[in-house]
């Protein structure tokens, strides 16, 4: 289970606290009489939409550490993490050292595979992993069947430009559509796998994982964060402190335990940089994205996939990202990726980006075509068709009686929800997902509520009426941005 514990993407999973010996995939499986919520799971979720550290959504429950395997004495032992370096290097050279250890990745897992597919979107990163694959073919390195996987709305550039690119190779092409029913269905799902994340980011792993005759998965969730030093469209040199952004800006938890679940979070989060002794600020805030973004939100969706057909995260063996990491922050960049793709077969470069539509890493106006930027309308299907039945979930009582929630934020959100707002889901959407998604966990493992009891204060009432005003504001900014585009 540990044999790859110094790889970024390597699955983490369940453990009994202080019992690192009962380990399984499932939550389900390491559950014991008691069964507490943890409010500080719950504030980081509200916080930054996925858990830090080791915590879970119980008390009793952790994941296995980051970069850890068990040290055969109740403890862990820590992989020698790669520091980062200053080496600066042409884009043309860091390219081709690249492509060499993609590569021999790639090749560690394809080998004795006779049909593997690959998670492909009409991205740069999983266009790189298809270019990698590609030319390990063509130069007879692998001898398989590749099938491309594509989920999202038939009409989006990556349904389109990934079907595109499995046509170039002569690959099979699978289209997943994803609908108002398969994201009611992930609300349930999300529930029943431990509520960690927003159901909004399962999309169709559900379908994907039932595929039959693969004997392996290819994706290339990591290659932004590690090929071109970028977190959720912020460049690594630009990453704030990660608990700088994203408070409880809807007042769901009650302010006295928010204030002591906020001081605790961040005890954890300096015991877990001290796993990783020496490092710069920059350094540290990387490790942190890896540690609590990647690990916590990406893996733990993908883990849906991994179950049921073995799944590999190219980007992550020591020997890539130690690569990257010692290069000069300014040479992860776009350039690398451009130079990358003119070196692989199948002129990948001439299929426009989806994320604008237009040539990757050249100066144009406008859009090649007209094709829709999005793969979802979740904001659409959560406030509209799935809106009555997570309005039931929240407000049925299982949140309630937790004893951490601020009742009355629970109230004016499910009256205040939007019915309006982009096709995409925003903050509130998701965090409604969420909350839906947390009272089916509940209920089907009888979660117990804390047992110190937490009153409703004024100044719940203060932030009650300052998450009215903050949310009006978002909302407005978004119809400006909308106007814009």
Not at 465 to 476: A, E, F, G, N, Q
Request: a negative charge; charged letters at 25%.
């Amino acid at each position: 289970m540990f044999e790859k514990f110094n790889y970024l993407g390597d699955r983490k999973y369940y453990c009994s606290f202080n019992n690192s010996n009962h380990i399984s995939v499932n939550i389900g499986d390491v559950l014991g009489k008691e069964k507490i919520v943890d409010p500080i799971s719950v504030i980081g979720i509200l916080m930054k939409n996925y858990p830090m550290g080791t915590r879970t959504l119980i008390s009793q429950v952790q994941k296995t550490p980051w970069m850890a395997r068990p040290n055969g004495e109740g403890g862990w032992e820590y992989a020698n993490l790669p520091k980062h370096g200053e080496l600066k290097l042409s884009a043309k050279d860091i390219a081709i050292t690249l492509k060499e250890k993609l590569e021999e990745e790639a090749l560690e897992f394809l080998q004795n595979k006779k049909t593997i597919g690959i998670l492909l979107s009409g991205g740069m990163d999983s266009r790189i992993i298809a270019g990698i694959v590609r030319q390990l073919q063509v130069n007879g390195d692998y001898t398989g069947e590749v099938v491309a996987l594509t989920w999202g709305l038939s009409d989006s550039r990556d349904v389109i430009y990934s079907k595109r690119i499995s046509e170039k190779f002569n690959w099979e092409f699978m289209h997943f559509p994803i609908n108002e029913e398969v994201l009611r269905k992930n609300i349930i799902l999300t529930g029943e796998m431990g509520a960690e994340f927003s159901p909004v980011h399962l999309h169709a792993m559900k379908a994907v994982s039932e595929v039959q005759g693969l004997d392996g998965i290819l994706a290339g969730s990591y290659g932004d964060s590690i090929g071109r030093g970028e977190y959720s469209g912020r460049k690594l040199d630009k990453l704030p402190s990660i608990l700088s952004k994203g408070y409880n800006h809807y007042s769901f938890m009650l302010k006295d335990l928010e204030k002591e679940s906020i001081e605790e979070l961040e005890n954890d989060l300096e015991k877990s940089r001290n796993n990783f002794f020496n490092r710069s600020e920059l350094e540290y805030r990387e490790i942190e994205m890896q540690m609590h973004y990647m690990n916590r939100q990406l893996n733990s969706c993908m883990s849906l996939i991994d179950e049921k057909i073995p799944l590999y995260q190219m980007f992550t063996s020591p020997s890539v990202f130690g690569y990257m990491w010692s290069l000069s922050k300014e040479c992860r960049n776009d350039d690398v990726y451009e130079e990358l793709l003119l070196l692989l077969t199948g002129e990948l470069l001439d299929i426009p980006w989806a994320r604008n539509g237009k040539l990757y890493n050249q100066k144009q106006k406008e859009p090649l075509d007209s094709y829709s930027t999005i793969y979802n309308h979740y904001g659409d299907w959560l406030r509209k068709d799935n809106r009555d039945f997570i309005i039931e979930k929240i407000g049925n009582g299982t949140l309630q009686g937790l004893g951490i929630f601020n009742e009355n934020a629970l109230e004016i959100w499910m009256k205040k929800w939007p019915y309006k707002g982009r096709k995409k889901a925003n903050r509130l959407d998701e965090k409604m997902a969420w909350l839906a998604s947390l009272s089916v966990f509940v209920e089907k493992y009888n979660i117990q509520p804390v047992t110190e009891k937490y009153n409703h204060t004024f100044n719940d009432t203060i932030s009650e009426k300052k998450s009215i005003l903050h949310t009006w504001l978002y909302h407005k900014s978004l119809e400006v941005l909308k106007n814009e585009a």
